[in-house]
């Protein structure tokens, strides 16, 4: 039961608190004035839910901010649940238990994420949520009709609803879950659940016919591996037997390759040291008249170098000599007599020092000019000498230097040095040519030729009538058996490995599926508890809607009666899956599409107050008619007030109902019972709410 609701500046309300009793609340005033807002107010607060665009459309027009209170009771706990809105658009909310005079906090906010929702808290204690609340609970201006209007299938999930048989489908998805997770962890247990039975009966199936077809085939491919084994060892043997003798063969070509090769070396070599002994005669000869010059050339070009040291240094002092006259000529032409007088003391003298004479230094230069040119041409004569002297001692230097390198002394031995390249040409010429091999004649070269022959006729004699093509073929024989034998193991292995897979899965497919025979026992009672008991089509649901509809039908009857209409009776009946609404008068069955406007509103009316009484023991016992009398004439607007003041009856019985209803009809309701009506009135500074009596 709700006790009271408090707007603050939400829609037309500035500072509003209504409020309430059991029974039944009416709230009267015309159009705009603040009735429906009541509506939006208690929807928000509990569920965050309303009938306008946006949550900012709540603010009351000129305020920041705006908030709906509600207090309501349920099985003897008082609860308070608050809902705020700013212009920002920023919501908070808070859902509180009220203990004595404190104030316990259930729930604040929507945040899911943390595993906090005050709507989720607010449908656990009054056992709705919004849509089954504004289904069951609320109706709309309008809409008081809408019950009838309703396609039979969604009449039928309305009465679900409405009796908690859609609970049912909240066990339902639990055993739906237990099931699921009782089968998952089988799978992690055995790798397999009950729905795969079929399956691994098909795959045991497999594995025994495949065990079956394998034997046969194994007992095969093992004749043929034994027999095949015998071949290859006989074939072994004739190989071992020949291996050594190939081996043979290889070493008695290698052995003639070597004693060519050893020919062609050896001629090699003479012819070589051939070579070298006629270049070293070549270089030699000439070279020891030249060698025996040198110490003499040597001796010459010692007294030359001497004498054009002495030329040159003559020269020099005679260049000296002449730049000193030169001097003194200078001197001379500045010094010369004038009346006989010196021109230095200026005393009378006959004639000056023939050092001072001009005519006498000339003469002594021009002397001294011929002898410079007479040392220069001796001079050069001397270093034209010491250049003959320096290339004949260079021609005697390079012979000895030659004869030093061939370690020559002497001319007898370099004629003793000619002696033996003339004997090796006749001997090399006794060699015969590689190219047309002998191998006697070869082995004839040396001693080391002669042995690398002597190994030749034995390797020849040990391997005489040898066939290495036939020994080759023996070889590839082989190679191919043993391809062939390697192939039958590995089938063999595949075979073998097939049946140790088949047994060993066998025997767990067998245990599985033993297992498994159980599970699908338990299961198969889980989908029979599932289908029975918590299906909403089940006979459990069917009996309580049965039930359900009777009790309805039952009770919307009576209040029908009361409308004074030409329905005398209604039935509420299933059919499959919808459930219609059948309408009796007292002779005949109406149909719904035939009735008036007024017969419809008291039909509907009739099957939400019936509706009402069977919530008689939800937890919230509470509903709202929003302009119930819309469509009414004024004979059924009396009749329909008549019935809401029977309502008080509900409401003080052992369950007791609360019932609001707004309406803008106030005349209606001046000779009623109706003991707390509400009058709303549009005022300045927003709705006025006064309580009547």
Not at 237 to 256: A, F, G, H, M, Y
Not at 458 to 477: A, M, P, R, V
Request: charge should be negative; glycine fraction near 4%.
């Amino acid at each position: 039961m709700i006790t009271s609701i408090e707007l603050g500046d939400f829609l037309a309300h500035s500072n509003t608190k209504l409020d309430f009793d059991n029974g039944v609340t009416v709230f009267v005033g015309h159009n705009g004035a603040g009735k429906s807002s009541v509506i939006d107010a208690i929807t928000f607060a509990l569920f965050g839910q309303h009938t306008r665009k946006s949550n900012k459309g709540l603010i009351k027009r000129g305020s920041n901010q705006g908030y709906a209170k509600v207090n309501f009771s349920v099985n003897g706990k008082y609860f308070e649940a608050v809902r705020k809105i700013d212009s920002k658009g920023t919501l908070s909310a808070k859902f509180t238990e009220i203990v004595g005079d404190e104030k316990v906090e259930i729930a604040a906010g929507e945040r899911k994420q943390f595993g906090e929702s005050m709507t989720q808290e607010v449908e656990k204690a009054i056992g709705l949520d919004f849509e089954k609340l504004k289904v069951a609970s609320i109706v709309q201006q309008g809409e008081l009709n809408a019950i009838i209007n309703a396609k039979p299938k969604e009449f039928k999930e309305l009465l679900n609803a409405i009796i908690g048989i859609d609970k049912l489908d909240v066990a339902s998805e639990s055993m739906k879950v237990v099931s699921k997770e009782f089968r998952e962890t089988i799978r992690e247990k055995i790798g397999y659940d009950d729905t795969h039975i079929e399956i691994l009966s098909r795959e045991l199936e497999r594995y025994q016919k495949e065990i079956a077809e394998s034997e046969p085939q194994k007992i095969h491919l093992e004749t043929n591996q034994k027999e095949l084994q015998n071949k290859v060892e006989e074939l072994r043997k004739k190989v071992e037997i020949d291996t050594p003798k190939i081996d043979k063969l290889n070493q008695l070509e290698s052995r003639k390759k070597e004693l060519v090769e050893y020919a062609k070396r050896a001629i090699h070599e003479i012819q070589q040291e051939i070579s070298e002994n006629e270049r070293k005669i070549r270089d030699c000869e000439g070279c020891f008249e030249p060698a025996s010059l040198k110490e003499d050339l040597e001796s010459k070009i010692q007294k030359i170098e001497q004498a054009v040291e002495e030329t040159l240094k003559k020269i020099q002092d005679m260049k000296s000599q002449t730049a000193s006259l030169r001097e003194k000529q200078l001197l001379a032409v500045k010094l010369q007599l004038k009346d006989n007088k010196c021109p230095v003391c200026d005393s009378n003298v006959e004639k000056l020092n023939p050092l001072f004479q001009e005519e006498h230094l000339k003469q002594e230069l021009e002397l001294l000019q011929e002898q410079i040119i007479l040392k220069e041409k001796e001079h050069q004569t001397y270093n034209q000498k010491r250049k003959e002297f320096s290339e004949k001692l260079q021609s005697a230097r390079d012979a000895d230097a030659t004869l030093r390198a061939y370690s020559i002394s002497s001319k007898e031995q370099l004629e003793k040095i000619q002696e033996d390249v003339q004997t090796k040409k006749e001997n090399i010429q006794k060699i015969p040519s590689t190219s047309n091999v002998n191998l006697v004649e070869i082995s004839q070269i040396d001693s080391h030729a002669k042995t690398i022959f002597e190994n030749i006729l034995k390797l020849e004699s040990e391997t005489h009538g040898f066939n290495e093509q036939e020994f080759l073929n023996l070889k590839k024989n082989v190679n191919e058996k043993q391809v062939e034998l390697s192939s039958i193991d590995q089938q063999i292995g595949a075979i073998l490995e097939k049946i140790s897979k088949g047994i060993e899965q066998i025997k767990i497919i067998e245990n599985a599926i033993s297992e498994l025979s159980i599970v699908k026992e338990y299961v198969t009672n889980l989908d029979e508890i599932q289908n029975n008991v918590f299906s909403r089509d089940g006979p459990v649901a069917t009996s309580l809607r049965s039930w359900a509809l009777n009790a309805i039908s039952a009770k919307a009857s009576e209040y029908l009666a009361l409308l004074n209409t030409k329905i005398q009776r209604i039935q509420l009946a299933e059919k499959a899956r919808d459930v219609s609404i059948i309408c009796n008068s007292k002779s005949e069955e109406l149909d719904l599409e035939s009735l008036s406007g007024g017969e419809k509103v008291s039909v509907a009316l009739a099957l939400r107050l019936g509706m009402a009484n069977l919530l008689g023991a939800s937890n919230l016992n509470l509903m709202i008619l929003d302009e119930p009398t819309t469509h009414l004439d004024a004979d059924r607007k009396k009749s329909l007030v008549s019935v809401l003041s029977q309502l008080s009856n509900i409401s003080n019985s052992d369950t007791p109902m609360q019932f609001i209803i707004i309406t803008h009809d106030a005349e209606i309701f001046e000779d009623s019972t109706v003991e707390q009506i509400y009058k709303f009135e549009s005022a300045e500074q927003g709705s006025k709410v006064t309580l009547l009596n």
